[in-house]
């Protein structure tokens, strides 16, 4: 029966697929650009996209106004308003997924690398005069206050340590990755307004099918996603590969030192890195509010999964890797899904990497960044 | 110097001065050395009763829940999960992000051949789902061990995610739904396994623990240990000596294993209710985080930092809903300032490479004398 399912859905599927697929890659390329350069999973990038959503839910509502219900009706707007409002929602989300990743970096990360400096001691001074606070008074107003009092004399204290110059090992940098995932998905739980609760984002696009395409209709969000993730590679692909920036990232993804011998400022190339990848989760979280209208707290931590898996289908490091291991896997996900039924939807994306990786060990496309074949 | 110098020199101490405490033990004399032991160990039987003395009662209680259910519940697990998760990663350097499902495996075992399908006592069941576990191990390790690195985390993450949904869909395994009425374990002379009595458990599992410890003590000083030491430092110059680095690995992974599954058995036999929400991934990363907060490679890390993951947020019960927060601050803290983990492992200094010297070498015509090789 379920046979009969994927005949008669299969170019639904592929639309569906191709779209789902886009989103994975843009977030993919966060993955991908940070390991390439460091070689380290950057677990924290599912809260960027995270991050994102929240930003584009509040660009839209909050700063331009839009409720979620106008007279019974979802708020459509038209014309010159809807473009002024999405690319409003997607700039919002871009700002602040690439601002979020930067701030990781510099919190997350640098410290453990033995470089760091005065926005990572400061935000984690805060953070833990802020914690330790917590464990005395349930008064968020005199946490903050508290935390505020702690950070000058603890961002002094840190700043001296955190220059010790050497690099930590590297599952400190995972796990301390890890924390900030956590601190930031819980910290969105406990202080918004919601909760734990499903966020709706306002609907200003109304959902038309666009064209016809082989008996299957063509709704005009699809369009916007898949058209969009494909600009946004097209101009990360030739940053990389054309600037002279893009030339500094793509010489220490090949060799650190060597790089940092010739003069590139390796410090600046991995934030900009950072940017980068923030950018595209924050352009991606755009696209999903888009398709799915809803956010959480905890949206990052499946997606990211699943972007990351997409990123290592394609060949981890590798650019347009992200792109196909993206479209690969949400294919391979709808149809599998279709075919097997909707629960197996997780163990279809990891049977896939598995037998992928035991034919090609580095991916589809294996590993580039450095090799500058984007 | 500045206090903060002071507490630079504290946090990046190398890892040598740190862990001084194993070798003045070793240094003492037998009786000595032993008596301390057996008072260490006194005092972990005794662990239930903490609450009760003075100063260190204060310290562990646990407020809103019972300190006996936080010990026997988690952190008796918790240690056992982060000793075994320490081979794989610790010792073998295998980053596994998926032990959960070995831990799943265990549990669902003793679930499947005590209640679901069969009646067999708990007893005959623990072995038989070691042995499941291990060779589940086995079967994820061969195909995927061959990948390196952060290739190896992604497949592993796969694969706790595959075992939790398929036990979510099979009804064989009981669903969603779960398994329940699993057999606990029998009872011995005067300690009766029932539900009002958590001290049992605790003992079984302490016990479980010593000898694992004992056991793990043993492999690691063994050729084993030093095929995984080599594999972990350098992959391709320990294939080059000759180890057979996929075999060792395989074991790692397989030992790794048996102790996840060791883990689930004796949490299921417990709880004696099982369900495929028990085993989220998250708790992959929860287990990883022991293991790293404690200092990888250190089994006393390793058994701290499965304490303290398994401990900390029940002490700090008194902000609910913040402590998963807390915990995630925290774990930033400490790998900002102890990148090694709590206690770092030890750079053990071989007996024969103590008293090991250059051989003296005659000078040949025409050198010099001073200059080497």
Known sequence: ?374 | MSLSDAFKELTSRPARTVSGVGERVGDMPRVARWSLIALFVVSLYLMPWWPEVPLLGWLVDTPGTSFEGVITDKVVIYVLVALGLNVVVGLAGLLDLGYVGFYAVGAYTLGVLSSQHANLPWLLCVPIAVAVSMISGVVLGTPTLRLRGDYLAIVTLGFGEIIRISANNADWLGGSRGISKIAKPPNIGPLKFGILDAKPYFFLGLTIIIVVVFFLRRLEHSRVGRAWNAVREDEDAAELMGVNTFKFKLWAFAIGAAIGGLAGTLYAGKVRFINPSNFPLQLSILFLAAVVLGGTGNMWGAILGGAVVAWMPERFRNFADKRVFVFGVALVLVMVFRPQGLIPRKIRKERWLANWKPPQRTPQFGETGTGRG
């Open chain 1, 1 to 374: 029966m379920s046979d009969w399912l994927i005949y008669r859905t299969f170019w639904d599927l592929t639309v569906t697929g191709v779209a789902l697929g886009a989103i994975y890659a843009l977030v993919a390329l966060g993955y991908t650009l940070v390991y390439g350069v460091l070689r380290l999973i950057n677990f924290a990038h599912s809260e960027v996209f995270m991050v994102g959503t929240f930003a584009t839910l509040i660009t839209a509502t909050n700063f331009i106004g839009i409720p979620l219900i106008e007279e019974g009706n979802y708020p459509y707007r038209t014309g010159i308003t809807l473009v002024a409002v999405l690319l409003a929602c997607i700039v919002g989300g871009m700002v602040v997924s690439g601002a979020g990743a930067v701030l990781l970096e510099r919190v997350a990360y640098r410290p453990l690398r033995g470089s760091g400096e005065h926005v990572g001691a400061v935000v984690l001074a805060f953070a833990s005069a802020f914690t330790v606070s917590l464990i005395f008074t349930g008064s968020t107003r005199t946490n903050i206050i508290i935390g505020l009092v702690g950070t000058a004399p603890l961002a002094v204290l840190y700043l001296r340590i955190f220059r010790r110059g050497r690099s930590a090992p590297r599952l400190a940098f995972l796990i301390s990755a890890i924390g900030a995932s956590t601190a930031v998905a819980e910290a969105v739980a406990i202080w918004g307004p919601r909760d734990r609760e499903q966020y709706q984002t306002s609907r200003v696009l109304e959902k038309r099918v666009l064209f016809e395409f082989l008996g299957t209709d063509v709704r005009i969000d699809y369009v916007l996603v898949i058209v969009g993730a494909l600009l946004m590679l097209t101009a990360l692909v030739l940053f990389v590969n054309r600037t002279r920036l893009g030339r500094g990232v793509r010489a220490v993804a090949q060799d650190v030192e060597t790089a940092r011998i010739l003069g590139v400022n390796v410090d600046f190339v991995i934030l900009v890195t950072f940017l980068l990848g923030g950018v595209m989760a924050g352009a991606a979280a755009m696209m999903f509010t888009l398709v799915y209208d809803q956010t959480r707290f905890n949206i990052g931590f499946l997606l990211g999964v699943k972007s990351f898996t997409a990123a290592v289908l394609g060949g981890i490091g590798n650019l347009r890797g992200a792109l196909l291991g993206g479209l690969v896997l949400g294919l391979g996900e709808n149809y599998g899904a279709a075919l097997f039924g909707g629960q197996w939807k997780d163990v279809i994306a990891f049977v896939l990497l598995l037998t992928v990786l035991m034919f090609r060990p580095t991916g589809i496309l294996g590993e580039s960044l450095a090799k500058a074949r984007v």
